[in-house]
């Protein structure tokens, strides 16, 4: 309970002994003849926040700024940021998690303003900021998106009229990179202009937002239509829309394309954003869209051409969401690449074959391709955990070259940059 009422007061001490409540800004009764000295009202610094705490036999439970929240005695010693538990400095926890007993509770519990002070068996006090809880707390996080997105069909996408970075700006300048970084966060794609058209220029550009990951194709790679790899890639054929590296434990985050040099017809790039057919799927069959977030499947490779020799295979479901808040952060969407399903029982198999198929109907709506050219001095970014690309045939001689990059440190470079990633 949130108040009490303090009439019938001798038949609800223990309840106070229990509980706290501050009202900011109203005058308070003086009880201090009738009441235990354990107990204390308070007021908050805010003049417009209601705070209100009680202690319960496993657990504190506190509300603030419209929230409840509700804290495990263990959680809140191991999160104690003293000096003696935590290092400021390196960021770092310095307490033993192992030596806290998993029965603890505080002797008292005091709030000042807008800080709640615990005091433990040993004597050891954990003070925490009302709002550093709620930002910290489970409720606050399941409030909360990880990060921001704009989901977007081809005609949305249009509209919004996403503008470029030049090449220039991008490396030269944290405002150019910055607004790069920010189309590339909220759409799952973005393109560099002017560019030299040349692999050293490409990669460059790469390292300015990442470490380039080294993969079984290499750091940077370079590839025409001549079949080197076992992969259609490889080849002057149609590719339907994917995400790469699906048969990877951990997808590779981010995809670098760069047409160098096309004499010859076709070979469009098609972009879908994964999540915008996702959410479809969610509004239309919510219980089709929990499958696909729960069954686990296997994606494979299998190469061996010329000295070339890999055997990949990486599990995970289809959608992969937060637990908390039940965002989607990854697709892994790739027919050709998908193993034999042997992970679930044949009654859950044809639920996941229609519920796979409503997200590929979602996917192939044309109304949700993007088709882009690419050209000599445009990249193209993709964010490979959310959006698929594809290609149309093409004729003639094509050259692109390009890399992967790892996912971290992208989001790394957003974040030093003041970007919510």
């Not at 804290?71 to 191991?78: G, I, K, P, S, T």
């Not at 009654?347 to 882009?372: G, K, Q, S």
């Not at 440190?409 to 974040?415: E, F, G, K």
Request: charged share 25%; with cysteine; proline share 4%.
């Amino acid at each position: 309970m949130w108040y009490h009422r303090l009439s019938h007061l001798h038949g609800r001490l223990q309840d106070l002994l229990k509980g706290g409540v501050i009202y900011p800004a109203l005058p308070q009764p003086n009880f201090k003849s009738l009441l235990p000295l354990a107990v204390h009202w308070h007021h908050t610094a805010s003049k417009s926040l209601t705070c209100a705490w009680q202690q319960h036999e496993d657990h504190f439970e506190l509300k603030y700024a419209n929230t409840v929240m509700r804290f495990d005695y263990v959680w809140l010693r191991d999160h104690c940021r003293s000096a003696s538990c935590y290092n400021s400095k390196t960021h770092q926890r310095s307490l033993d998690t192992a030596s806290v007993d998993l029965c603890i509770k505080p002797k008292t519990i005091r709030l000042d303003e807008t800080t709640l002070f615990f005091t433990w068996p040993d004597g050891h006090v954990t003070k925490y900021d009302l709002n550093w809880l709620v930002k910290n707390s489970y409720e606050g996080q399941k409030q909360k998106v990880i990060q921001p997105r704009i989901l977007w069909n081809a005609e949305i996408y249009q509209q919004a009229q996403v503008p470029s970075v030049d090449c220039q700006s991008f490396l030269e300048t944290n405002e150019g990179l910055k607004k790069f970084l920010q189309n590339f966060l909220l759409y799952g794609i973005a393109f560099v202009e002017n560019v030299p058209p040349t692999q050293e220029h490409t990669e460059k550009l790469a390292e300015r937002i990442s470490l380039i990951r080294e993969t079984i194709y290499g750091r940077m790679w370079y590839f025409t239509s001549d079949f080197s790899r076992g992969d259609t890639a490889y080849t002057k054929l149609a590719l339907d829309r994917h995400t790469d590296t699906t048969y990877f434990q951990e997808p590779c985050g981010i995809q670098v394309f760069h047409c160098l040099k096309h004499e010859g017809t076709g070979g469009r790039t098609l972009l879908v954003d994964g999540f915008y057919a996702a959410e479809q799927v969610l509004q239309k069959a919510p219980e089709e869209f929990e499958l696909l977030s729960k069954v686990p499947l296997k994606h494979e490779y299998i190469e061996d051409v010329g000295e070339c020799h890999n055997h990949m295979i990486g599990v995970g479901p289809v959608l992969n969401i937060y637990p908390w808040n039940k965002e989607l952060y990854l697709i892994r969407y790739n027919n050709y690449d998908r193993a034999v399903i042997n992970t679930v029982p044949y009654d859950v198999v044809h639920r996941w074959y229609t519920a796979h198929r409503t997200l590929t109907i979602e996917l192939r709506r044309p109304e949700n391709e993007f088709w882009v050219k690419l050209k000599p001095g445009r990249v193209l970014f993709i964010d490979n955990w959310r959006v698929l690309h594809g290609r149309e045939c093409f004729t003639g001689y094509r050259q692109l070259c390009g890399c992967y990059l790892t996912r971290d440190d992208v989001l790394n470079t957003a974040r030093l940059l003041g970007l919510q990633a």
